[in-house]
């Protein structure tokens, strides 16, 4: 019978990759949180210099944020025994002309299917950004971002896709009452029904 690879060690081979090396900044080190019975996957974009130095993903005021909108505590967001966290792109990019650049595009195709096939308890994921709608839901998106977050219901159960709550898009959430009075409510009630 093939030998078949444990999340463990398909996580030491992640933390091994330097498939985009290249195109770093920094020497690759790639952070996600993972662990076979996490029922919650929450894709971001890819990890912040912060981030990358302290090695913990959302540890910034996006994460801040993130856990405010969840009503999660930092105890039970960084359990990784029920939420894996696994961005679009695993290491820092580095700075673009208008902040980070995106995640790398080679990451999410190499090793979000195997870490997927590895966490079989999986039932909701939240996709936090467009880098992470646009990989998963791909020509299911609408035209903008904020009509693809005001059609949540069409994702769900499977997907909830929402804005990056990084403190750059105050505008666009102030913008838009909606976020707030129609798809938090909906986001809090799964989350807390999943994490029991
Ligand atoms: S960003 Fe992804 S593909 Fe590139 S080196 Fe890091 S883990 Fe590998």
Sequence with gaps: MPHRETLEQLLRRVRECTVCAAH??????????????????????????????????????????LREWLQLS????????????????????????????????????????????????IELTLLVGSYAQEHYLGKLRKGSLSDTVKAFPEYMPVYFPL???????????RQRPWFDTDVLPTLRERVAELLG
Aim: charged content about 25%; aromatic content about 8%.
């Design 74 to 121: 930092k105890e039970v967001f960084y359990d990784e025994s029920r939420i894996a966290i696994i961005p679009a792109g695993f290491c820092y990019p580095g700075k673009g002309k208008s902040g980070d650049m995106p995640p790398r595009p080679e990451c999410a195709p190499l090793w979000h299917p195997p870490l997927r096939a590895a966490l079989p308890k």
């Design 163 to 173: 804005p990056h709550p990084s403190p750059r898009n105050r505008l666009w959430l």
């Design 24 to 65: 770093l900044p920094y020497p690759p080190k790639p952070v996600l949180l993972a662990k076979a019975t996490a029922r919650l996957i929450i894709v971001g974009q890819a990890p912040g210099r912060k981030v990358q130095e302290t090695g913990i993903p959302w540890n910034d005021p996006s994460g801040d944020r």
